[in-house]
Structures are given as structure tokens and as C-alpha cells.
């Protein structure tokens, strides 16, 4: 009864009468569903960001595991890859032996990412797409995942707080979840908008609204009202000249963050992560080919 009763509680609190899905976000993604695998067009930057965010997670997830398979390290977990477009971080993590579940709300982007893993054997058993939103497959997914990934995506999202809550209730207890986003400073806009998308066209025009970009703090604070505890937050640059990136103690433009739920929701302590937190550099087997 219990657990009718949980689930109704759910399915009302996710309806669709509410969502994290802002519509003219979908269509600026719709344009764009078959460019994701072009590594020098729109989305080369999101490539080269595989350097350090796959080992990033690869990493931390280690740190907190005691034995991995060899040349599989992270088989046996189930990660959720929350707004995986095309599929650019969802395929690498298949690689190092995780079962994947990327969602998108853009049925085009699924299409991409199906129509690539198509071209890699080892993957068809190991990454599954779904054109779906986050609060969609809250009520049969309620725990099921280890680990959570959601990159350049909470940027776009309508409703951040209902987001954050919906993470929390498919994640198991002491799951993780991984955010790169965007800080929202002067610089963010000077640079992630007028530079980058007006000037250098690295990202597409009108990718970004600098009103939704999420500072860290704001962030943080909202994960741990919500059951999370912050464990890292780390800044992250981009270099247009040589296409590469990588881990800066500033945080003023884009920064990683990662965060555990805790065992039962109101039990998270404030974890002021230090300034300095940094995580190691890619190694050279670390890159993984898209």
C-alpha cells in the first residue's frame, strides 16, 4: 500500500502538467541533431571535453569503489546519462564497461545516437537510448541507477529545483551525480556568449541564455537541500586556440561538480569542498575514441 501510495505520490508530483523540459531549448537542439558527431563542427568542444570529464567520473567513481574489472572499470554500474544528445559521453562510458541509459527529450538526437553506436559491437548491449525527459521515467526508475551524469545540460533545463529532485529519486542511496555547467559571471557572458558563440562561433548562436547559468554556490545549495552531499567542485577552461581543456582552480567560467546522495533525504551535511579541490590530469589511456 505503501508503495502504490508512493508512487501515485510521484507520478502527480511529475506530471506533465510540469516540466524541466523548456521547449525552445528543444528546438534549438532539433536544428542541430545531425551535427553531433562532426568533431570539427558545433560540437567540437564538447569532443575535446571527454579529455577530462570521462576520467573525471571514471576516477572519482574508482576512488570510491574497492576492486574494478581490468579494462573494464566501471562494469557493474548503472549510469543514467541525463540530456545525452547524440550520445558523445554516453558511448565512452559503455566503453569502460558501465550499462548506460541516455535520455533526451529530442527524439532526433536519439536517432543520432542510435544510428552511432550502431557502428560499435561492444555497445549495443551496453548503452540503450531513450527519447524521454527526466521526470518521464522517475516512477520506473525510482533508485535504479548508480551514478547520474548530466553535462552542459542543468543550463538549459526550465525547473532546476524539480530537476535536482528528480535525480535524487532514481539514484540508489550513496549513488553520484555529475554536473558540468556553466558559473554565471560577467565573464561567463564576455566569453561563453559573446566570444565564443558571436565572434569565434565555437558553440552555435544563441546556444546559451546567460539568465540560466547556474553560479556554484546557488548549485550546491540546492543539492544539499535536497538530499545531496557536494564533494567536488573543480573549474574547467577551454583553450579555442589548440581545442583542448583543462582543470583551473577559478571557477568563473565552467566548473564540475560532483555530489552523493545520502542514505535518507535531510541527512546531507554541508561539505564546503576547498578551494584547490582538483582531480588528477587525464593520463594518456585515459582519452577515449569517439
Not at 6 to 22: I, N, P, Q
Not at 32 to 47: C, I, P, V
Not at 78 to 92: H, K, Q
Not at 132 to 143: K, T
Request: aromatic letters at 8%; a negative charge; one cysteine or more.
Amino acid at each position: 500500500t505503501l508503495l502504490l501510495l508512493f508512487r501515485f505520490t510521484m507520478k502527480r508530483l511529475f506530471s506533465t502538467s510540469h516540466s524541466t523540459v523548456d521547449p525552445k531549448e528543444m528546438k534549438k537542439f532539433q536544428l542541430l541533431s545531425h551535427k553531433w558527431w562532426d568533431e570539427e563542427g558545433e560540437y567540437s568542444a564538447l569532443h575535446s571535453m571527454n579529455d577530462i570529464r570521462v576520467p573525471f567520473i571514471r576516477d572519482t567513481l574508482l576512488s570510491m569503489r574497492n576492486h574494478h574489472q581490468l579494462g573494464k572499470p566501471l562494469s557493474g554500474l548503472r549510469i543514467l546519462d541525463v540530456g545525452c544528445g547524440g550520445g558523445l559521453l554516453s558511448e565512452p562510458l559503455g566503453r569502460l564497461g558501465a550499462s548506460v541509459t541516455g535520455i533526451d527529450p529530442v527524439e532526433d538526437n536519439i536517432r543520432t545516437a542510435d544510428w552511432h553506436k550502431s557502428f560499435d559491437p561492444i555497445l549495443a548491449k551496453r548503452v540503450q537510448y531513450k527519447s524521454s525527459s527526466l521526470e518521464e521515467i522517475v516512477e520506473e526508475s525510482v533508485e535504479t541507477f548508480d551514478v547520474i551524469v548530466s553535462s552542459e545540460v542543468v543550463e538549459h533545463v526550465a525547473d532546476l529545483e524539480m530537476f535536482i529532485k528528480c535525480c535524487y529519486q532514481v539514484l540508489k542511496p550513496e549513488g553520484s551525480l555529475f554536473i558540468t555547467t556553466v558559473n554565471k559571471t560577467q565573464l561567463s557572458y564576455v566569453l561563453g556568449i559573446v566570444v565564443a558563440e558571436k565572434i569565434i562561433g565555437i558553440v552555435p548562436e544563441g546556444t546559451h541564455e546567460w539568465e540560466k547559468f547556474v553560479p556554484p554556490e546557488e548549485l550546491q545549495q540546492l543539492l544539499e537541500s535536497s538530499g545531496f552531499s557536494v564533494k567536488a567542485v573543480n573549474g574547467m577552461l577551454y583553450n579555442p586556440l589548440t581545442g583542448a581543456w583543462s582543470w583551473r582552480e577559478s571557477r568563473s567560467l565552467i566548473y564540475a561538480m560532483h555530489a552523493v546522495k545520502c542514505g535518507r533525504q535531510g541527512e546531507s551535511g554541508h561539505v564546503e569542498p576547498s578551494p584547490g579541490t582538483q582531480h588528477q590530469e587525464p593520463s594518456a589511456t585515459a582519452g577515449t575514441h569517439l
